[in-house]
């Protein structure tokens, strides 16, 4: 099991960058890939990024292609999501999660059974 806490959310104006980071607890961080996924209200989760055990294999939704960049560092236990060109509708609850299931379509909530508590993000125009 693991545990996930996210931090660096806050207010940032269009055109801006914020970088959010993801602590996880325990040992065997290093067997997880992992998501980041957002929620904007009234809306479901949303896909955003997603990254493999070994940061091999790298996924983004288009709408972040070229401004997101998802990262990690499995000697801090630690996974990131560098967001540049923010934009107003970037703004949302931001979560990361984690699976150790692969081969499955990693866009979907249901991969990832351990999840943080989120992080806000808003952007102003």
């Known amino acids: 099991q693991v545990q996930l806490v996210e931090s660096g959310g806050g207010l940032a104006q269009a055109g801006g960058s914020l970088r959010l980071s993801c602590a996880a607890s325990?040992?065997?961080?290093?067997?997880?890939?992992m998501g980041w996924f957002r929620q904007a209200p009234g809306k479901d989760h949303e896909f955003v990024a997603h990254i493999t055990w070994n940061g091999g294999i790298i996924y983004y939704v288009d709408s972040v292609k070229g401004r997101f960049t998802i990262s990690r560092d499995n000697a801090k236990n630690t996974v990131y999501l560098q967001m540049n060109s923010l934009k107003p509708e970037d703004t949302a609850v931001y979560y990361c999660?984690?699976?150790?299931?692969?081969?499955?379509?990693?866009?979907?909530?249901?991969?990832?059974?351990?999840w943080g508590q989120g992080t806000q993000v808003t952007v102003s125009s």
């Open positions: 325990g040992r065997t961080f290093s067997t997880y890939h």
């Open positions: 999660a984690a699976t150790r299931h692969s081969g499955d379509i990693v866009s979907q909530t249901s991969l990832y059974p351990y």
